[in-house]
Structures are given as C-alpha cells and as structure tokens.
C-alpha cells in the first residue's frame, strides 16, 4: 500500500497561492492522486485528481513530476474559506482501491487576514 | 437534495446504552462504507459496503454492527457504548471501491458517551 506523507500544518495570507506538498515514494503503477478538502464539522470532500504532469480545475492544480513519486496541490489565492485540513489519497482501482480507504492526519492549512 | 444524508446529527448517550446511526445516499452509488473520526482528527475505515455486501470490516469491536438492507442505505447500530466510542461518524459513497472513485460524505454524526 502506497503511504503518504504530508505536512502536518500550514500558515498562510489572503490571496496569496499555497502549495501544499505529498511524500508517496513507493506508489504503484496503476495508482492515482487524489485530494481532498475537510472543513470543521463536515465530511471530505473531493477536490482534485491526476496521474501524472498537470491537472487543473476551478477549485486547484495538481503538479505530478515525472517520477511520481511526490505531488504538489496549488492552491491559488486562497481566501478565509479555504482554511481546512487536506488530504492526499494514494490509489487505484480495485483492486489497488484499497489503500485510498485510509485518510493520513492531512495538512491543517489555516488562511489568515 | 442532500447527496449522503446521516441521522441523528447530534448523540448524547450514557455508557451502557445501544444506539443507531442511519444513512441514505440517493446518488445510485454501489459502494457506502461507516467511517470514525475520533478527537484527534484521525479519519479510520470502519465498514465498507458493495450493493448491501460487507466487503470491509476493519477490527472493529463486535458491538458496531452495520445492516445495509438495500444499496441506498447504510445503518449503523452500536451496543453497550462505551466513552472510547465518542467520536464524529460519518458516512460516505462513491461509485466503485475507494477514494479513487470520488468519496461523497454526509454531515457526521457527533456521539457522546458520558
């Protein structure tokens, strides 16, 4: 099972761009990146996924070197709102699927004024 | 329109008791499972369903029972609570095993065992 490693916390400043970075050094071939977003008192919620190079939604970017082997979500001008905990899931389909059931502790990122 | 929807919100209860949580997704999603986020924000698989089978039973002690009685719902019954079970439940789906396939989660359900 691919583990993953990330910051446990993050300060940052309205409008400013965060880039919170994920350790998965022995991801596997058919594994995927995929993060998500918990705000308090609710459940994750999907924000991003990619297997390799660059994705990019409304919500984020996700940068993939070519070696895998870490990934970096972009957060561009974050606001007050995007004070949340991430999390970086390592995984595939089934039967791979299996490693993204488990959440690490995330980065708590927290967006000051 | 709530995608996941989890009942009650809000569990206050004594050591002892048996309680229920239930959950309803009306997203045709083959795949709910019970997660447990307990006070230091870590998040652990307890139950994973796939069209009403147990696929996933992760250590979890004897007296948390989930019952799927269709592919929409999810149940999770719990007996003889103990304070250890305080925690944030919540439920989640997606379609296809694993956050890979996109986790939709509900609301949680906050449980107190004094």
């Known amino acids: 099972l691919a583990k993953t490693t990330q910051p446990i916390s993050m300060d940052s400043y309205e409008g400013q761009e965060v880039n919170i970075t994920c350790s998965h050094n022995n991801i596997a071939t058919n594994d995927y990146i995929t993060w998500y977003q918990q705000f308090p008192s609710q459940g994750p919620r999907f924000i991003i996924q990619g297997y390799k190079t660059k994705v990019t939604n409304e919500v984020a970017s996700l940068f993939i070197p070519a070696d895998r082997k870490s990934s970096t979500l972009s957060l561009p001008r974050v606001s007050l709102s995007d004070t949340a905990v991430y999390y970086c899931?390592?995984?595939?389909?089934?039967?791979?699927?299996?490693?993204?059931?488990?959440f690490g502790k995330g980065t708590m990122l927290l967006v000051s004024p | 329109d709530t995608a996941v929807s989890q009942t009650p919100k809000y569990l206050v209860t004594q050591m002892g008791n048996d309680k229920s949580i239930k959950c309803e997704q009306n997203l045709g999603h083959d795949t709910m499972y019970w997660y447990k986020q307990d006070s230091k924000k870590f998040l652990k698989i307890m139950f994973s369903y796939n069209n009403k089978e147990l696929i996933i039973n992760e250590t979890v002690p004897n007296r948390f029972s989930p019952k799927s009685p269709d592919k929409a719902h999810l149940n999770l019954h719990i007996n003889s609570l103990e304070l250890g079970d305080s925690a944030v439940y919540f439920c989640?789906?997606?379609?296809?095993?694993?956050?890979?396939?996109?986790?939709?989660f509900g609301s949680g359900t906050r449980l107190t065992v004094v």
């Open positions: 899931l390592v995984g595939g389909p089934y039967p791979s699927g299996y490693s993204t059931l488990t």
């Open positions: 989640a789906s997606s379609q296809g095993q694993g956050g890979f396939y996109g986790y939709t």
